[in-house]
C-alpha cells in the first residue's frame, strides 16, 4: 500500500477512537454506558446493526469463496429476513417491554438461577472466543497490505476497540457502529468499480463467463442433508440468525436503545434487508475476479492461492486512496467488539446475581470499565495465543459452540406459557440438545467407531438438529406425565419393530 493509503487507515483509525472520546461524559452513569439514553433513531440502530453482521470474515471469505466456487453460501444471508420477522414478531417487544439490558435476566425468572447462568457463560466464552478470532483473521489479512507486523496489528486492534469501549460506552459504539457501516458500504462498492475498469468490457462481461462456469449456482435443491444444499444453508442460517436476533446479548442491547418499539423493528428490518444485498455485492466480487483471471490469464500472478486473490487486488490495482478507504472497511468490520455487552452481563447476571444486588452508582461504573477492560484483554489475549497454537483454540471455539447451541431452545422454551413447563423439563430439554449437538460434532471424527455411531448429516445441521431436539422435549414437557408415556410408548415400539436385513 502507498503512503496516501496508509495515512487514509490511520486517520479513520484515529476518528474511531475520537468518537469514543466524544461520548466520554455520557459515559459516566452505568445504564448510559450500557443502553445509552435509550433514544436513539431507528436508522442508526439499524445501520449498527448491519455494522455487526458483516465481520472482518465476511469482507474477506465470502469474495474468495465465490471466486472458488459458487454462491451456496449466500443462502445464508437470505434467510435474514425470515428470521428477522419471527424476532419482530416475538422478540423484540418481549425484550423491550422487559425493560430489563440483560437478555438473560428472564431465565432465572422463569426457570430458576441455572438457566441464567448457563446462558451468560455460554456467551462471555463464545464472544471470547468469536472477538479474538476476528482480531487474530483481521491481522493476517492486513499484514501483507500495510506491512505491519501480526502482532502488532494484533496489539493495535485490541486497544482500539477496548479504550473507545471503556471511554464513550453503548452510545459510542452505536455512532461508531455507523460510521463503520458507511465506510463497509463504501468498501466493496469501491473494489466493483475498480474491477469493471479492469474487466474487458466492464462487469457485463462478467455475466456470460460465470454463467459458462455455473458460478451463479446456489446449490442442489435436493432434499440430501449430508451436503451444503440450498436447503441445508437456509435451514443453518435461519437458525443462526434467529440466534443473533433473539439469544445474542449485543444485538438484542443495541435495539433496546432504539426510541421506541415501532423504531427497533424498523432497525432489525433495516439491518438485514441491508445485509442481504452488500452480501451480494461481496459474492459478485469474487466472481468478477473468476471472470477477470479467466478473461486475462495473466491477471494475477502464478501461485496465488483463492483467499489470496482479493487482498492482492486490493493491494495492487485500486487507485492510490482508495485501497486505505477499503482496508478502513475491513477494520470497521473487525472493529466491532462485545466487550460492552460482556461488561453488561458481567455487572447484570453475576456481581448483582451472586454478590450484591444493589451496588451504587460509582461502584456499577467502576465495574462495566473494569471488565471492559478485562474483556479486552482476554480478547487479545486469544488473538496472540492463536498465532501460536491455533489448534488448540479452534477446540475452544468448537467447544463453546456445542454449550452456546443449546442457548436458542432455551430461549424458545421460555417463550411457551409458564404453567405448562416447568424448570425440570427445560432442564432436561437443554441437557439432552448439548448432548446431540456434543454427539454431531464430535462423532465424524472417531476413526474407530462403526459408522453408524457416527454422525452422516452435514455439519451445518447440528445447532439445526439440536434446537428441535431441544424444542421437542420441551414441547412433550408441556403435557407433563403424558410426555412421559409418550416415550416410554415410543421406546417400547421402536423395540417391537422387526430386525431389518
Known amino acids: 500500500m502507498a503512503a496516501v493509503d496508509l495515512a487514509v487507515l490511520v486517520g479513520y483509525l484515529v476518528l474511531t477512537v475520537g468518537l469514543g472520546f466524544l461520548f466520554a461524559r455520557r459515559a459516566g452513569q452505568s445504564d448510559r454506558f450500557m443502553a445509552g439514553d435509550r433514544n436513539l433513531p431507528a436508522w442508526a440502530v439499524g445501520m449498527s446493526i448491519f455494522g455487526s453482521y458483516v465481520s472482518s470474515i465476511s469482507f474477506l471469505a465470502n469474495p474468495g469463496s465465490s471466486y472458488a466456487g459458487n454462491w451456496n453460501p449466500f443462502v445464508f444471508s437470505l434467510a435474514t429476513p425470515f428470521a428477522a420477522y419471527v424476532a419482530i414478531k416475538w422478540f423484540v417487544p418481549f425484550y423491550r417491554k422487559s425493560g430489563e439490558v440483560s437478555a438473560y435476566h428472564h431465565l432465572e425468572q422463569r426457570f430458576g438461577n441455572w438457566a441464567r447462568t448457563y446462558a451468560v457463560v455460554c456467551y462471555l466464552l463464545t464472544q471470547l472466543a468469536r472477538t479474538g478470532t476476528i482480531i487474530y483473521l483481521l491481522a493476517i489479512a492486513v499484514a501483507p497490505l500495510t506491512g505491519w507486523s501480526p502482532y502488532f496489528l494484533i496489539l493495535m486492534t485490541g486497544s ?28 466493496p462498492l469501491i473494489c466493483l468499480a475498480a474491477l469493471a475498469a479492469v474487466i474487458p468490457g466492464g462487469l457485463s462481461a462478467v455475466f456470460p463467463v460465470a454463467a459458462a462456469h455455473d458460478k451463479f449456482s446456489l446449490g442442489s435443491f435436493s432434499p440430501d442433508l449430508t451436503t451444503s444444499t440450498v436447503w441445508v444453508v437456509l435451514a443453518y442460517g435461519f437458525v443462526i440468525n434467529l440466534a ?16 421506541s418499539d415501532k423504531a427497533a423493528a424498523r432497525s432489525v428490518w433495516l439491518g438485514s434487508l441491508l445485509y442481504v444485498p452488500v452480501a451480494a455485492i461481496f459474492f459478485l466480487i469474487g466472481t468478477s475476479l473468476f471472470a477477470w483471471t479467466q478473461l486475462v490469464p495473466a491477471a494475477v500472478p502464478a501461485g496465488t492461492v483463492n483467499d489470496q486473490v482479493f487482498p492482492w487486488f486490493i493491494a495492487t490495482q485500486l487507485p492510490i486512496g482508495m485501497a486505505g478507504i477499503v ?7 473487525a472493529l466491532d467488539p462485545s466487550l460492552n455487552s460482556m461488561a453488561t452481563l458481567i455487572l447484570r447476571d453475576i456481581y448483582q446475581g451472586y454478590i450484591d444486588p444493589t451496588p451504587s452508582e460509582r461502584t456499577s461504573v467502576w465495574i462495566l470499565r473494569l471488565t471492559t477492560c478485562l474483556a479486552g484483554v482476554l480478547a487479545t489475549i486469544v488473538a496472540l495465543a492463536m498465532t501460536q497454537v491455533a489448534s488448540i483454540l479452534k477446540t475452544w471455539w468448537e467447544l463453546a459452540g456445542i454449550f452456546n447451541g443449546g442457548v436458542l431452545g432455551l430461549i424458545l422454551l421460555a417463550r411457551l406459557p409458564k404453567e405448562r413447563l416447568s424448570s425440570r423439563w427445560a432442564s432436561l430439554a437443554v441437557n439432552a440438545g448439548i448432548f446431540v449437538v456434543l454427539w454431531m460434532t464430535l462423532s465424524p471424527r472417531w476413526a474407530d467407531a462403526p459408522a453408524w455411531a457416527k454422525n452422516p448429516l452435514h455439519p451445518f445441521m447440528t445447532p439445526v438438529i439440536g434446537t428441535i431436539v431441544i424444542l421437542g422435549i420441551g414441547l412433550l414437557g408441556t403435557i407433563r406425565d403424558r410426555g ?18
Open 484 to 501: 412421559v408415556a409418550i416415550c416410554w410408548l415410543i421406546w417400547h415400539t421402536v423395540r417391537r419393530l422387526p430386525p431389518t436385513d
Open 160 to 187: 482500539m476497540m477496548t479504550i473507545y469501549t471503556v471511554v464513550g460506552g453503548m452510545e459510542a459504539l452505536m455512532w461508531i457502529g455507523v460510521l463503520h457501516s458507511l465506510v463497509l458500504l463504501a468498501g
Open 327 to 333: 482496508v478502513a472497511g475491513i477494520f470497521a468490520a
Open 244 to 259: 443473533n436476533f433473539a439469544v445474542d446479548q449485543g444485538y438484542i442491547q443495541r435495539y433496546i436503545t432504539a426510541e
